[in-house]
């Protein structure tokens, strides 16, 4: 219900949201193939151990020229799938560039409010659409593999800014070691931040040192908890939520407003021909919005 | 916005290859659909919990082996048992036609054999929904 904006999901999360609260979010991101899922099937199975039920939302790429996807990270984590206590949703982008789709944030909630422990939100990893899985973790864990000419990738502003922890996974490849040590590099290098975010070396598929980085992520929310930090955090998630849903809505109400004149097309082609600017443009549509509505 | 069709791709039993299900994965997601695909070797079990969990429309079902006549039916009963209603199953793989009749008596709304074409396929979901 929540991915098709029905009015009556959003009308049940708003009477059930005071219940939400107790579940810890992370977010797992990476390069495509670098074991995201695998490694989140590995995890799912340390914390369901420590009898914690999970929740994992694996989002996928949606074409944007068909609107379909190829939903498979579920292929990773079939022992999960008779677990009563993990439940696995699988989520097409829908349309938003950040690599998570709008519904994401319902689910979560969701899934909070059902009694889950942890969320795990699994996402596409396509560069710096990283950076929106921020809006919606806890604590932020990137996978990264030996040699994918990830040295130059990592110093791009938004990739090193914020994960708190780094997970070098397929950790039996030549090139972990010093993948790690270019890793520990630029953070010598870059601001400090509170908290040095730790660089694990793991191997999803052979099973190693996974406990090594669940201690890691608990290490991470403890310090958060602590600090108070974890506070923090969560209120500008809310801030970026709040304005995320009204920038949505604001959209669609500009795309309403112009099919109904077939405004937007009209004033591309202005565009087009030079007979118009792109601002002026902008302050034509701006002006026939009500957004008065209070 | 129409919400997408999400359809689950699932090979029960033991088949060695999932080059068929693959193709039809692919041409399902071309004409706009959610595909969730679990790989090989699935139990009747794990598919309908899959298919519950993904909330799907459609299960399609792929197998080669031949044990289509006892896992067909299980995936089947199995989704009546856990009360789900409103889902389209249909099956594809190698499947005698002589068993065609049998496996639509228990359930399976559709066989689609080895030739068919993919658009055939997408045509009949798109007719056939339940929900």
């Known amino acids: ?64 020229f068909t609107g379909g996807a190829i939903l498979g990270d579920r292929i990773r984590m079939n022992d999960l799938t008779l677990d009563k206590d993990i439940f696995i949703r699988s989520m097409g982008t829908r349309g938003s560039l950040g690599g998570i789709s709008k ?38 864990l990137m ?15 938004g990739i090193m800014e914020i994960a708190d922890i780094f997970a070098i996974n397929k950790c039996d490849l030549e090139g972990a070691d010093r993948t790690k040590l270019e890793i520990e590099m630029n953070l010598d290098l870059s601001e400090k931040k509170d908290y040095r975010p730790p660089v694990v070396k793991v191997s999803a598929s052979r099973n190693e040192n996974i406990e090594e ?29 709040i304005l995320s849903l009204a920038e949505e809505e604001f959209i669609s109400l500009i795309m309403n407003k112009s099919l109904e004149e077939n405004l937007l097309d009209n004033l591309a082609e202005n565009v087009l021909s030079k007979e118009m600017d792109p601002y002026t443009a902008k302050d034509r549509i701006m002006s026939l919005i009500d957004y008065r509505r209070g | 916005m129409d919400r997408p069709i999400r359809v689950l ?31 090989l070797r699935q139990t009747p079990e794990q598919i309908v919990q899959t298919a519950i969990q993904e909330d799907v429309d459609v299960v399609a079902l792929s197998i080669l082996s031949g044990a289509h006549n006892h896992l067909f039916p299980k995936v089947v009963n199995l989704l009546r048992e856990e009360g789900v209603d409103d889902v389209l199953v249909i099956g594809g793989g190698v499947i005698p036609e002589e068993d065609i009749p049998g496996l639509k008596e228990a359930g399976i709304e559709e066989i689609f054999t080895p030739g068919t074409s993919t658009k055939d396929v997408v045509e009949y979901i798109k007719n056939h929904l339940k929900r």
């Open chain 1, 213 to 241: 980085l669940v201690e890691k992520l608990i290490e991470h929310r403890t310090y958060l908890e602590r600090t108070n930090k974890l506070q923090e955090r969560r209120k500008k998630n809310a801030k970026l939520e």
């Open chain 1, 103 to 140: 519904a994401t944030w319902g689910a979560v909630k969701v899934l909070d409010i059902f009694g889950m422990d942890y969320i795990f939100i699994e996402t596409v990893g396509v560069g710096q659409s990283e950076v929106d899985i921020v809006k919606l973790a806890d604590t932020v």
């Open chain 1, 1 to 64: 219900m929540l991915e098709n904006n029905d009015e009556e999901a959003i009308s049940i999360i708003k009477e059930l949201y005071r219940y939400s609260g107790n579940a810890y979010v992370i977010g797992i991101t990476g390069a495509p193939g670098s074991g995201k899922s695998t490694l989140t099937d590995k995890l799912a199975k340390e914390f369901r151990k420590k009898g914690k039920k999970i929740g994992i939302l694996a989002v996928d790429p949606t074409s944007p």
């Open chain 1, 143 to 157: 996978v990264m593999v030996p040699n994918l000419g990830d040295d130059i990738q990592a110093i791009k502003a």
């Open chain 2, 9 to 39: 791709v699932a090979k029960p039993g033991l088949d060695g290859h999932d080059r068929g299900a693959k193709v039809i994965a692919r041409a399902l997601r071309d004409a706009g659909m959610e595909v969730i695909y679990t790989g």
